[in-house]
Nanobody, 114 residues
Framework: QVQLVESGGGLVQAGGALRLSCAAS????????VGWYRQAPGKQRELVAT???????TYADSVKGRFTISRDNARSSVYLQMNNLKPEDTAVYYC????????WGQGTQVTVSS
């Protein structure tokens, strides 16, 4: 049974920082591409950042230079360091893992106040 458990969301003022964590189990983590997506109210879910099994990263243009994705294969975990947060970053953030299938976490709320 695959599980992705996110943590680290919360309320922060604009300009602040948060670090999201996602702990995975039940899948070959080191062989999986993992990433973060977000969904704001009334909007579609969108890609934030991904990191491949070979540690190649991609970012949405809106977060480049502010967010950093990383992974720790020994801990089967993926992280998202978010700096200089803006109100438009407010959303539910979801962890994603792709191996044979596509898996999602339950989401963690990030709220950035102006």
């Amino acid at each position: 049974q695959v599980q992705l458990v996110e943590s680290g969301g919360g309320l922060v003022q604009a300009g602040g920082a948060l670090r999201l964590s996602c702990a995975a189990s039940g899948l070959p983590f080191r062989l999986s591409a993992v990433g973060w997506y977000r969904q704001a109210p009334g909007k579609q879910r969108e890609l934030v950042a991904t990191i491949s099994s070979g540690a190649i990263t991609t970012y949405a243009d809106s977060v480049k230079g502010r967010f950093t994705i990383s992974r720790d294969n020994a801990r089967s975990s993926v992280y998202l360091q978010m700096n200089n947060l803006k109100p438009e970053d407010t959303a539910v953030y979801y962890c994603n893992a792709r191996s044979a299938l596509n898996y999602w976490g339950q989401g963690t709320q990030v709220t950035v106040s102006s």
